[in-house]
């Protein structure tokens, strides 16, 4: 096989025209043609990395199986490819940066000037290349978040120049712009296409392939005016038309030809046509369900969708899983008081109580999960969601009025979820200390083996609070089941409730694991009792 190739996907006009997705459904297309592929994101932010960034800032912080806080356009990559991603997978300016300081601080550089060229773009060439030096791929995806003339992305551009002098055909570069409809016009416009590619053509890159981003179909001419201006062949020009669900882009892909173009410019062979007879399985299920469903999902960045962005796909799998279309009602947290839980979650076959740092909407997620808890509703409940389980049978089980995590409250007098002792010493973690994966052993004869049908998972963290193990024989003998068990360190990884049609809380993030080939089955049987409930009210 030939030396890997690498696929550059940069912006212009706008951002949030998709880049993650375009770059996501080629790696699906040229995977099913049979070869492999990976995808990395670089992020000209000066953050490390979006662990210590806020979810209004940034949406949700995904997290890799080698414990690596990244942007959650990783999370597309892995729903799409079924492939785990790593710290080598996401860069941000900042870690760029910071390497190079450190190296200039240990005299690596013979005490010359360090400059951004070439000592940050020498940098930011060699994470590009990790993942291909390693033998393992064919092809490495590289999206350039931002849009192209940002002062931000301008080393990530010089080095996508170098790179493309320097390689020559095992590099191509895809350009995604907006082609606007001006409804008074009555007219899609070009212009804003070839404004972008000029600034581009100024950083000394001519992207091969323009992907344009509309609302209305490209005619023929279209293509041709964008074509001609701005220096690519008119098969080069690709739609990327509006699309009812981001899954249905790898097929809208396969009928503009971009992986086709794709081997083209890298010499690549075309011996294989793509094989997406499963998704295709999938998407069908997705777009005739049988029946329908209402979650509430309770949460305090309910503002912002891409807060949740996981455990919103996550739904998708399952749905498809389930052959039933979800109606994901969003509920803010702190808009939940006894005077109105039965008005805000009455109508919901089921409720997730999603994860989340600091006190803020707190006492309403804990009044939602007494709601569910003692109507029979189906119940799952991640990482903060799990605590608030525990707090509140505390509270209202137990006995326990005053029951809190430490976190909340640090003083209080039943520490039902708090600190490990080898926890409290340590500083600097950006507000964690349990990342990536974790194995769990799970208990026979319990609602999770059922689910998961083994004895040993690994599932991924993202969190310093536990369970408080000094209370477990007393939740036990009440009726709450500590049905997962990391086997390492004793912690109480999963919850569930014995006399309860389905109630479940889990330390760790079971959203990061699910994917369109492999749905996540806590997601799958949440679903299904969720519409168990639906048919008994019915």
């Not at 990327?240 to 173009?261: H, Q, W």
């Not at 009792?529 to 048919?535: F, G, H, N, S, V």
């Amino acid at each position: 096989m030939a030396r890997t190739k690498y696929i550059f996907v940069l912006g212009g006009v706008a951002s949030s025209l998709g880049k993650g997705i375009i770059s996501a459904s080629l790696a699906k297309l040229l995977q099913s043609r049979g070869f492999s592929v990976a995808i990395q994101k670089l992020d000209p932010y000066i953050n490390v990395d979006p662990g210590t960034l806020n979810p209004y800032e940034h949406g949700e912080c995904y997290v890799t199986e080698d414990g690596a806080e990244t942007d959650l356009d990783l999370g597309h990559y892995e729903r799409f490819s079924n492939v785990p991603t790593s710290q080598a997978n996401n860069v941000t300016t900042g870690s760029i940066y910071k390497t190079v300081i450190e190296k200039e601080r240990r005299g690596d550089y013979l005490g010359h000037t360090v400059q951004v060229i070439p000592h940050i773009t020498d940098e930011i060439k060699r994470r590009i290349k990790l993942l291909g030096n390693t033998g393992k791929y064919d092809f490495v995806i590289t999206e350039i978040g931002g849009t192209v003339g940002d002062i931000e992305s301008l080393p990530y551009i010089e080095t996508v120049r170098q790179m493309r002098w320097e390689m020559g055909r095992d590099c191509a570069v895809i350009h995604l712009t907006l082609v606007p409809y001006l409804s008074a016009a009555g007219e899609l416009k070009t212009k804003p296409t070839q404004h972008s590619v000029k600034t581009l053509l100024e950083s000394g890159v001519q992207p091969d392939i323009i992907v344009c981003r509309t609302e209305k179909h490209l005619n023929e001419n279209l293509r041709n005016k964008i074509a001609l201006f701005c220096n690519v062949e008119p098969s080069s020009v690709i739609e990327s038309i509006d699309a009812k669900t981001i899954y249905e882009v790898p097929i809208l892909m396969r009928d503009e030809n971009l992986d086709t173009e794709i081997l083209r410019k890298t010499m690549m062979p075309l011996d294989n046509q793509p094989d997406l007879k499963k998704w295709e399985e999938f998407l069908y299920k997705l777009n005739n369900p049988a029946t329908e469903i209402n979650i509430g999902l309770i949460g305090k960045y309910i503002e912002l969708k891409d807060a949740y962005k996981s455990i919103n796909e996550s739904f998708i799998h399952a749905s498809a899983a389930n052959e039933c279309k979800v109606n994901l009602k969003l509920i803010h947290s702190e808009d939940i008081k006894e005077s109105n839980v039965a008005e805000l979650l009455g109508n919901m076959n089921g409720i997730l109580v999603a994860p989340g740092f600091g006190e803020r909407g707190i006492e309403g997620k804990i009044t939602a999960v007494k709601y569910v808890r003692e109507n029979g509703i189906p119940f799952l409940g991640i990482c903060l969601g799990m605590q608030c389980a525990v707090v509140e049978f505390a509270r209202n089980i137990l006995g326990y009025k005053s029951a809190h995590s430490t976190e909340m409250n640090p003083d209080t007098k039943y520490p039902v979820i708090d600190l490990m002792e080898e926890q409290k010493k340590i500083k600097g973690l950006g507000g964690t200390m349990r990342l990536g994966t974790y194995p769990c052993k799970i208990k026979k004869g319990t609602k999770l083996y059922d689910i998961y049908q083994t004895l040993t998972i690994s599932e991924r963290h993202r969190h310093r609070y536990e369970f408080n193990n000094e209370y477990i024989e007393e939740y036990e003998k009440a009726g709450m089941l500590m049905s997962g068990i990391n086997p390492k360190d004793n912690l109480v990884e999963i919850i569930e409730l014995k006399d309860h049609p389905w109630f479940v809380g889990v330390q760790f993030h079971p959203e990061y694991k699910s994917t369109v080939a492999k749905p996540h089955p806590l997601f799958v049987s949440f679903m299904e009792a969720a519409i168990k409930t639906m048919k008994k009210k019915n």
